[in-house]
């Protein structure tokens, strides 16, 4: 099994910044991939950014130059950097760890942006 805790969602202005955190535990060594999706109130949860092990990353094209995904080895985490934050970025965020044959989600994080 693979643990995912989610931090360093909140509400930010148009504009802003905001960094979400995804720190796994147990079995991170089955883990192929890690990425982060979101869902959007009476909306399907779509994907957002994923980074392979081998460090290929891939974005949704509404977040492209507005989104960075990283991750740290060492800390076992997975971040979300999100510029220049839109209304329409609103969301619960998820973080997703993806093994052979199995797939994991975090407990989710309330991304609101409003002013």
């Known amino acids: 099994q693979v643990q995912l805790v989610e931090s360093g969602g909140g509400l930010v202005q148009p504009g802003g910044s905001l960094r979400l955190s995804c720190a796994a535990s147990g079995r991170i060594f089955s883990i192929a991939a890690m990425g982060w999706y979101r869902q959007a109130p009476g909306k399907q949860r779509e994907l957002v950014a994923t980074?392979?092990?081998?460090?290929?990353?891939n974005y949704a094209d509404s977040v492209k130059g507005r989104f960075t995904i990283s991750r740290d080895n060492a800390k076992n985490t997975v971040y979300l950097q999100m510029n220049g934050l839109k209304p329409e970025d609103t969301a619960v965020y998820y973080c997703?760890?993806?093994?052979?044959?199995?797939?994991?989600w975090g407990q989710g994080a309330q991304v609101t942006v409003s002013s």
């Open positions: 980074m392979t092990n081998g460090g290929r990353t």
């Open positions: 997703n760890a993806v093994s052979p044959g199995k797939g994991y």
